[in-house]
């Protein structure tokens, strides 16, 4: 797939597009949010279903989520202590999280993590449970993000929630659609990769 070409906006058009909302009715949203990563995000999601006279939700998208990432630094900073070693910078950050990890009997290398795909999935359940709890009746409006991350700049990750965010973007409405994204951006770049306009 050849990079996508984006349309251009005036400097005058972006400011405009950027500009504080004009509070004439609740303003368009979907949320594009990795739920079930860390507690912030049930927090806002139940904030933004309590505040229906504000917002009006058209998707809550799932995003994948993992920490995997950090597995093969957590196991160098755990040698490089067991071994008294100087700590580069980089890993620095990673020291809290080893010692806490060590003072409970456990070694980087045993910590399981959750897999982007599937971190989509629990983020996609957590949405649902918080929608049943608050009986808010938007299960209808929730989907199913990505299942990875993107791997280059023109492959986008076609979902369901690609596909919705793409509908409710160019449907026949003059208000803005506002886009929340609370954690990984990969739904929101791949509907602009799919659909530049």
């Known amino acids: 797939m050849p990079l996508p070409t984006f349309p251009h906006l005036t400097s005058a058009k972006r400011t405009a597009m950027l500009a504080l909302p004009e509070r004439d009715g609740p303003l368009r949203i979907v949320i ?26 058209e998707g809550v ?27 580069p910078t980089e890993l620095a950050p990673l020291v809290g999280w080893v010692r806490g990890l060590a003072a409970d009997g456990v070694h980087p290398s045993e910590v399981p993590f959750v897999q982007p795909a599937d971190g989509m999935e629990e983020s996609y359940q957590e949405i649902l449970h918080v929608d049943r709890l608050m009986e808010t009746g938007l299960a209808d409006r929730c989907f199913r993000g990505s299942p990875g991350y993107l791997h280059a700049p023109d492959e986008p990750l076609d ?11 160019l449907a026949d409405d003059d208000r803005p659609l506002y ?4 954690g990984a951006t990969t739904n929101l770049a791949s509907a602009l990769m799919l659909a530049p306009e």
């Open 61 to 87: 998208y799932a995003e994948p989520y993992s920490f995997g990432i950090y597995r093969d630094d957590l196991i160098e900073t755990r040698r490089r202590l067991d071994a008294g070693e100087s700590m």
């Open 159 to 169: 979902s369901p929630a690609v596909r919705h965010l793409i509908e409710r973007a």
């Open 32 to 57: 594009d949010t990795d739920t079930a990563n860390e507690i912030d995000d049930q927090f806002a999601l139940a904030w933004a279903f309590l505040s229906r006279d504000r917002f009006e939700i």
């Open 179 to 182: 886009v929340v994204a609370i």
